[in-house]
């Protein structure tokens, strides 16, 4: 089973930071997954999930339009952990923060999803 513990969300203030972590974990059938990609999606009330920013495991990234040049999505391979450092915050990136990650064995992949973490922006 693959386990995903993010850490990071809380209340800022518009133009703030914040830094989200996600570490994944665990085993399909006995064997150690890659986790490819890594990324983070949000959810506002009445909104569908909507991708945020993914990145592989050689480093390529994509990012959502609305976040491009404030966000930035990084990893550690070795710690099979991503983060998302957001800045220059906005009302409207207020959202539950889901980390996903893609388990793969050789071949195929699986689709996991962290537990959320809150990130509301408000003065």
């Known amino acids: 089973q693959v386990h995903l513990v993010e850490s990071g969300g809380g209340l800022v203030q518009p133009g703030g930071s914040l830094r989200l972590s996600c570490a994944a974990s665990?085993?399909?059938?006995?064997?150690?997954?890659?986790?490819?990609?890594m990324g983070w999606y949000r959810q506002s009330p009445g909104k569908q999930r909507e991708l945020v920013a993914t990145i592989t495991t050689g480093g390529t990234t994509t990012y959502a339009n609305s976040v491009k040049g404030r966000f930035t999505i990084s990893r550690d391979n070795a710690k099979n952990t991503v983060y998302l450092q957001m800045n220059s915050l906005k009302p409207e990136d207020t959202a539950v923060y889901y980390c996903?990650?893609?388990?793969?064995?050789?071949?195929?992949?699986?689709?996991?999803w962290g537990q959320g973490t809150q990130v509301t922006v408000s003065s």
């Open positions: 665990g085993t399909i059938s006995g064997r150690i997954p890659s986790f490819n990609p």
């Open positions: 996903n990650v893609v388990a793969r064995i050789i071949t195929g992949g699986t689709n996991y």
